[in-house]
């Protein structure tokens, strides 16, 4: 090259420039930190992945605050402390769930992009937090519950740091974690359909499309002109088309909802009142509802009473008292099963994510892979810590790597989006999820893809690559669809009497995956 040439990436402000003068490569510090280059994107491309990213996940906002703000513990009492028959005592706690779930989101997110320099972001984890409200609050207070949490997440971050997830992950043969991501694939598209209120539950059927076998509604119209939209544009290999018509969705949605006086579809308790409303987010501006956020959840940890019987006083309040066997017993088993799901969940992202962004090396693993681990088991801790449930990646982020996300940049511009929720929510609040859903059912597709690579014709590896892949979508969990397949990849090899080539954490995860699918009967 003549040395008077100069050759410009595309970047932000300046703030990544690649200059090539006499045949030397010099990069901005920003681009060499996050090796923007090198994984051939841009830091045009990194913001709009992040923004997708963000758009995809915002609806955790909506959805933490309903599921852990709004049911009780032992003793009846909210989160927050209050009863929830205390004036606006919902309300309240609602909002401080939702203040507190974004900066965590915001603090975590930031961290797997510096850290773990990988394109997924984190937020709590919706299968750990409904287990959370539902199954361990009704036995002990919300801080022992979060202090279990916590130390779920200090037991996975020993075993990221003394090498045990990393040398789990690298067990998994290669046909599991194909299925893995194309099981994932079915599984964000199937979330993609039941956000937009395609599929639904149905009357004498497990699920129906739409209302009553029918697409009826603005909002179903604003999802398939949505899909319709991206398909068209990104199929054009327009920059931005998931962006693009996500915002361009969410503008004809204002808009309907102005014309059309559009409600929502369920209450605040969730049940279904308007068939044909939207989803979740209604979206129209709502005057005056910006305003300092709460974040009093912080810190309200019990990291003891998770472990210890609760005895009703006089007074009908149920207080710690002391630890027995079987209160023991029962908070492991209740940590155990806390961090088998956030275990293998963010495996599964990771396997997913990476694979979708064509950063897996030849034996399927990512760059980094401890220090992603690692981002994500701090996660987990300080979501305990900030009252929210566990953090953890999310499958969504692969919409972002749909757009072009490579790096770790896109986790920070999402984390920033994260953080400017925090006092702008009802902004977010106006992008439906109608609008966003069509994004999850695009890079279903692109994932599904890779369904091409399991050997189907070897039993032995494509059965429970198989199990894998459709329990995820039909448990409505990844971590029901890895267990599966693993359990089942021991027994086939174990009925071809080849034991032998079962990698010895192949036999513990398994077995910890009996146990975990036997619970119900452990935990009492």
Do not use: C
Not at 118 to 141: D, E, R
Request: no cysteine; glycine share 12%.
């Amino acid at each position: 090259m003549d040395g008077a040439g100069l050759e410009r990436s595309a970047s932000i402000s300046g703030m990544a420039t690649t200059h090539r003068a006499a045949g030397a490569v010099h990069v901005s510090p920003l681009d060499k930190f996050f090796d923007i280059t090198k994984r051939k994107s841009t830091p045009a491309r990194e913001v709009r992945g992040g923004l997708v990213t963000f758009f995809t996940m915002v609806y955790i906002l909506a959805l933490n605050p309903i599921i852990v703000g709004t049911t009780t513990d032992i003793n009846g009492n909210l989160i927050s402390g209050m009863k929830p028959t205390d004036p606006n005592a919902i309300p309240i706690t609602m909002a401080m769930v939702a203040a507190a779930t974004a900066l965590v989101a915001a603090v975590s997110s930031i961290l797997m992009g510096v850290l773990g320099r990988f394109p997924i972001a984190l937020a709590t984890g919706l299968g750990i937090n409904s287990m959370a409200a539902y199954v361990i609050a009704p036995k002990m207070t919300w801080g022992s519950v979060m202090g279990l949490i916590v130390w779920e997440g200090i037991v996975v971050t020993i075993l990221v740091v003394t090498g045990v997830r990393e040398a789990i992950f690298r067990a998994v043969p290669k046909e599991l974690r194909i299925a893995i991501s194309v099981g994932i694939g079915l599984f964000i598209a199937f979330i993609g359909l039941i956000d937009a209120g395609v599929i639904r539950a149905g009357s004498g059927t497990i699920t129906t499309l739409g209302v009553n076998g029918s697409l009826l509604g603005w909002p179903i119209l604003v999802f398939v002109v949505g899909l319709f939209l991206m398909i068209f544009l990104y199929s054009r290999h327009v920059k931005g088309s998931i962006l693009i018509a996500i915002l361009a969705m969410t503008v004809v949605a204002i808009v309907i909802t102005k014309v059309a006086n559009v409600p929502a579809m369920t209450d605040a308790t969730g049940a279904v009142v308007h068939a044909t409303g939207w989803a979740s987010n209604v979206p129209a501006w709502v005057p005056g509802s910006l305003h300092l956020p709460d974040l009093g959840l912080l810190g309200r940890v019990d990291m003891i009473g998770g472990f210890q019987t609760f005895t009703q006083g006089a007074n009908g309040v149920f207080t710690a008292s002391g630890v027995t066997m079987g209160s023991l017993l029962s908070g492991v088993l209740i940590a155990f099963s806390l961090l088998l799901a956030d275990f293998f969940d963010t495996v599964g992202t990771v396997v997913a994510v990476g694979a979708e962004a064509g950063l897996l090396d030849k034996t399927g693993e990512p760059p980094r892979l401890r220090e992603i681990l690692l981002a994500d088991s701090l996660g987990a801790v300080l979501g305990g810590l900030g009252s929210v449930s566990s953090n953890t990646s999310y499958v969504e982020s692969s919409a972002g790597v749909a757009e072009g996300s490579r790096t770790g940049l896109s986790s920070v511009v999402t984390g920033i989006m994260f953080a400017l929720a925090i006092f702008l929510s009802p902004l977010f609040g106006m992008v439906p999820a109608e609008a966003v859903a069509p994004a999850l059912v695009l890079v279903g597709f692109l994932m599904l893809t890779q369904v091409a690579e399991i050997p189907w014709q070897d039993l032995e590896r494509g059965l429970p690559a198989y199990l894998a892949v459709i329990f995820m979508p039909f448990a409505y969990s990844i971590t029901n669809g890895i267990g599966v397949g693993f359990i089942s990849y021991v027994l086939l090899k174990v009925f071809h009497r080849k034991a032998k080539d079962i990698h010895p954490l192949m036999w513990v995860t398994s077995i910890l995956f009996v146990l975990y699918f036997l619970q119900g009967l452990l935990i009492k």
